[in-house]
T-cell receptor
Framework: SQKIEQNSEALNIQEGKTATLTCNYT??????LQWYRQDPGRGPVFLLL?????KEKRKERLKVTFDTTLKQSLFHITASQPADSATYLC???????????FGDGTTLTVKP | GAGVSQSPSNKVTEKGKDVELRCDPI?????LYWYRQSLGQGLEFLIY????????KSGLPSDRFSAERTGGSVSTLTIQRTQQEDSAVYLC????????????FGDGTRLSIL
């Protein structure tokens, strides 16, 4: 069955460092992968999308990579700030299916 | 513009009662999704609508769960004869019709079954 694993449930880093979050998947061939941010008590908010034929996407301090051979996506936040503290979710989908499948998320804490 | 609106934001009910959860999607979004999120967990897919039809109901956990969408807009998720294991946050999202489009989420209904 399909499985999505996000690295450790919690990641703690110092302000100014780069945070790297991992999303691994098995038994799945996604056409695209999305990253969302979720704050406590709120719904997820879309951050970035990367398609299977793209290696890397950037948006401001965010960078996403997608390696379909390794079946892995890496999500980087450079020059991290305490305001980046949140839970980050990856979601995978196929173009012939309406739904996306979400990972359990990684909770990032950036300490001043 | 207005985002996805869910009501009520919190619902406490007794075991065995029926509950209805409402979702108002972003105007013009033809795709609508329901998810369930238990404490500290990821999102569990429940059902997907394209317009008023539901091509994927595969995530509904039992026949106590049903959902409908009318006028290609508002959706209602109904849970009959609630059980304690139904306690969770129920999230609704909407998007434009193409599968890779970002989903816009409401802030959810926190359901507690006593």
């Amino acid at each position: 069955s399909q499985k999505i694993e996000q690295n450790s449930e919690a990641l703690n880093i110092q302000e100014g460092k780069t945070a790297t979050l991992t999303c691994n998947y098995t038994n799945y061939s996604p056409a695209y992968l999305q990253w969302y941010r979720q704050d406590p008590g709120r719904g997820p908010v879309f951050l970035l999308l990367i398609r299977e034929n793209e290696k890397e996407k950037r948006k401001e301090r965010l960078k996403v990579t997608f390696d379909t051979t390794l079946k892995q996506s890496l999500f980087h936040i450079t020059a991290s700030q305490p305001a980046d503290s949140a839970t980050y979710l990856c979601a995978l989908g196929r173009t012939n299916a309406g739904k996306s499948t979400f990972g359990d998320g990684t909770t990032l804490t950036v300490k001043p | 513009g207005a985002g996805v609106s869910q009501s009520p934001s919190n619902k406490v009910t007794e075991k065995g009662k029926d509950v209805e959860l409402r979702c108002d999607p972003i105007s013009g979004h033809t795709a609508l999704y329901w998810y369930r999120q238990s404490l500290g967990q990821g999102l569990e897919f429940l059902i997907y609508f394209q317009g008023n039809s539901a091509p994927d109901k595969s995530g509904l956990p039992s026949d106590r769960f049903s959902a409908e969408r009318t006028g290609g807009s508002v959706s209602t998720l109904t849970i009959q004869r609630t059980q304690q294991e139904d306690s969770a946050v129920y999230l609704c999202a909407s998007s434009s019709p193409f599968p890779d489009q970002p989903q816009h989420f409401g802030d959810g209904t926190r359901l507690s079954i006593l």
